[in-house]
Every structure is written in C-alpha cells, then in structure tokens.
C-alpha cells in the first residue's frame, strides 16, 4: 500500500500513514497499483509544487483535498533512463509550473517510491548516472580542454552549459567521453510550447539561454575530431542550448565531411524536428550516422498545438525518415511523454502504423518537460481509452522496434 508525500510550507517533505497517495494520469485521478511504483533511483530528486495542495484518499475510501493547512504536492523529477508512468495528483492552480517532467510519488515500505520503470539498460543507466557529472574534476578539466582546442567558441558554449546548467552532453565533451553536444543553431523553424532556450515573457522561463552564434566549420570539427578521437562516442547536432540544427545543415554537413576526413572513429548524429526535408537530405548525402527525430505525436491534430512549426508540416517529418532509411541512416524517435496523452488509445494506433510505415528503428521515450495542466490545455481531447505508459511501450516492442 502507498501513501502521501505532501510538503510543508516551508518545502520540508513528509509522509503521512494515514491517507493513500493519490496520482493521475492526464486529467483523471487514481491510485496507483503497485507494479506502477518503484523505489526512486539513485539521482532522483524531490520538488515542491507550490500553491497545488495534494489529492489523497482518506480511511473511507474518499478521494479529497488533503486537509493540512499550508501542505503542498509534492513530485519526483527523475533522472534520465525511466519512463514516466504517472503525475503528481494534487489541486490545479492557475500559475504554471516550470519547464520540469513531474513524476507522482508516494511512500512505501519505508521509503519514497515513483511511477516510472527503466526502459534504459543497466549499462546505459550506470553510464548515465547523475553521480558521473558534476564532479570535482570537471574544472580541472575545463582548462585542460582550453588548452588543447585553444580559441574555440563552440568549447566556450559547452564549458558555460556545464558549469551553469549542469547539461550532461556538455559535460562529456569535458570529460571525453560517451555522447557530446556540438550545437550550432541559434534559430529554429518551431516554437515548441516546452522550448528549453527560449520562451514568450508570459510564460514560465527557459532553464538555458540559447546559443547566439554560428559556429565555423573550423570550430566544429576541431571539436568533434578531438572528442571522437579521444574516447567519446558519439558528437550530436541538436541541444537544449540551440534552435533546429539542420536549419545550418550546409555547415552541419561541411563539418561531417571535415570529421570523417580526419576520424572514421565514432557516430555523428543530429537530434532534429526533421522538418527542413533539405537540410535532412544535406547532412544523410554527408554520411550523417543517425538522426533523432523529436515529436511528441504522428497526429497532425496533437503534434501542431505543441510544436507550432514555421515553413513545415508533420508530412515534411515523415519524408524526412524516409528518406534517411532508404539512405541507410538509424533513425529513433525522440518521443516526447505526457501519461494519459500519449499513451491514448488513438495516439497509440497512428504511433505504431508510424513505426510500420517509417521503419525506424528505435523509440526513445522522452519525458516531457512541461506543466501537465499546460500540456492538456493545447492537446484535442481525448477520442479513446488510456491504456497505459507500459502498455504503450510493449505495443512498441511487439512490432520489433527497440525501446528506450
């Protein structure tokens, strides 16, 4: 059995035996079973929701305000490599939350437990493991890589995205290894309502700034050659600190061709709206390795309310993958999660006659970083059932896509 999380005024956290935790998924609320709960992984953390008081279900079985005075929900942001199962279950506000994916959480067994599940492996969780970044050598190393690449402006980005926001794919261009960021676009051809770098006033801020450069082929391949040659494996267009890459895929692909002209060592890959079909073909004509393309639905009706794409249109994606797997190219989809919108009855269906028709090779569940209030308010309403997070993964994996 689970119960509340709730937080007082002053954000301490504490578990009440006396109420059952209560969650939700989309706009309904539930209690959740226990396959749904998992104790918090290594590198999870707790956050308060200010001015949302709990939900929680009483000794008489009903489901009420939590009666505390001052008490506040309370959520899990989890770290990269779990699937989001359900929300946080509290009383909705006006105020917007901040650009985070909030988990539900509850206490049992005597300690905090979170609906999610690992969909990454075991290696690709330890690799990935929170307690990897951050660490005291990181600055000793920032010099370190000043002194090997020199004046490099692209570096300059990345060291700032590593010391002030903590992003983990900069990091790894410090300490060399796994997968590193090499952004080169200060624009973007959408206006995703969950943008990490940039935001309307009036809306909740953007946890980065966004780059303000185009970097020179120079620049970029000085960088990437040095991080694949060095122990990384794989350097990628497309952070949270830029606009849509492929917007510069004339430079994007002068730096692939410059890289495998040094290295043949490593993957080069862009994480993409895949809606600049042109750009899309330049970096795959390039010898590009793999793209990730990011979208939230293949419904037209679900995917536009969220991106708001300037020039493009989700049929625009679609040619995009195609055209990248008939040239070869591993194409995953980058698929941005809400529990109770994405795993709709109706999204599920257009998502897996996607993988049928696309190919792709692989489904990254994503979770996306949004107030769920927010989410609802610009997604249609729902056609179908909600079948679930997990039963959404498995119908994935039943066609022979992987999972992620």
């Given amino acids: 059995m689970s119960y509340l999380v709730y937080a007082d005024a002053r954000g301490r956290v504490y578990e009440d035996l006396e109420y059952r935790a209560v969650l939700r998924t989309g706009d309904r609320l539930l209690v959740p079973e226990d396959e749904e709960l998992m104790p918090m992984p290594s590198g999870g953390s707790l956050v308060v929701l200010p001015g949302r008081a709990p939900i929680a279900l009483n000794a008489k079985g009903q489901m009420l305000r939590?009666?505390?005075?001052?008490?506040?929900?309370?959520?899990?942001?989890?770290?990269?490599?779990?699937?989001?199962?359900?929300?946080?279950?509290?009383s909705r506000t006006q105020d917007r939350l901040p650009l985070f994916g909030y988990t539900g959480v509850a206490w049992r067994d005597g300690q905090f437990f979170v609906a999610a599940r690992a969909v990454a492996s075991t290696a690709d969780l330890a690799r990935w493991a929170p307690a990897s970044f951050n660490t005291t050598l990181l600055a000793e190393l920032v010099e370190v890589r000043r002194a090997e690449l020199g004046?490099?402006?692209?570096?300059?980005?990345?060291?700032?995205?590593?010391?002030?926001?903590?992003?983990?794919?900069?990091?790894?261009?410090?300490?060399?290894?796994?997968?590193?960021?090499?952004?080169?676009?200060?624009?973007?051809?959408?206006?995703?309502?969950?943008?990490?770098?940039?935001?309307?006033?009036?809306?909740?801020?953007?946890?980065?700034?966004?780059?303000?450069?185009?970097?020179?082929?120079?620049?970029?391949?000085?960088?990437?050659?040095?991080?694949?040659?060095?122990?990384?494996?794989?350097?990628?267009?497309?952070?949270?600190?830029?606009?849509?890459?492929?917007?510069?895929?004339?430079?994007?692909?002068?730096?692939?061709?410059?890289?495998?002209?040094?290295?043949?060592?490593?993957?080069?890959?862009?994480?993409?709206?895949?809606?600049?079909?042109?750009?899309?073909?330049?970096?795959?004509?390039?010898?590009i390795d793999s793209l990730r393309v990011s979208l939230n639905s293949v419904r037209q009706e679900s995917?536009?309310?969220?991106?708001?794409?300037?020039?493009?249109?989700?049929?625009?994606?679609?040619?995009?993958?195609?055209?990248?797997?008939?040239?070869?190219?591993?194409?995953?989809?980058?698929?941005?999660?809400?529990?109770?919108?994405t795993d709709r009855e109706e999204e599920v269906a257009a998502l897996l006659a996607f993988l049928t028709a696309t190919k792709v090779n692989q489904v990254q569940f994503r979770n996306l970083n949004l107030d769920p209030d927010h989410y609802l308010a610009v997604q249609p309403r729902a056609q179908g059932e909600i079948i679930g997070m997990v039963a959404l993964a498995e119908s994935v994996q039943a066609l022979g896509v992987s999972v992620r």
Avoid at 71 to 90: E, F, I, S
Avoid at 226 to 253: I, K, N, R, T, Y
């Fill in 66 to 90: 939590y009666p505390r005075h001052g008490a506040q929900a309370v959520a899990a942001l989890l770290p990269q490599g779990y699937l989001r199962l359900l929300l946080p279950g509290y």
């Fill in 151 to 287: 004046k490099n402006r692209v570096l300059e980005q990345l060291i700032h995205c590593s010391l002030h926001y903590g992003c983990f794919t900069a990091q790894n261009i410090i300490y060399r290894r796994l997968e590193g960021a090499l952004p080169i676009s200060p624009h973007c051809n959408a206006s995703c309502v969950g943008c990490i770098s940039l935001q309307s006033s009036e809306c909740c801020p953007a946890p980065q700034n966004r780059i303000s450069f185009v970097p020179t082929k120079d620049e970029g391949v000085r960088l990437a050659v040095a991080h694949l040659s060095g122990g990384g494996d794989m350097v990628s267009f497309g952070q949270g600190c830029e606009g849509e890459p492929l917007l510069q895929a004339e430079l994007a692909a002068d730096i692939i061709r410059g890289v495998r002209g040094e290295t043949k060592e490593g993957r080069i890959n862009a994480n993409t709206n895949a809606g600049y079909l042109a750009g899309v073909k330049k970096v795959v004509d390039a010898g």
């Fill in 303 to 341: 995917y536009d309310p969220y991106y708001r794409p300037a020039g493009y249109t989700l049929a625009d994606v679609v040619k995009s993958i195609h055209y990248a797997r008939e040239h070869g190219v591993y194409v995953a989809l980058n698929l941005l999660s809400m529990p109770g919108v």
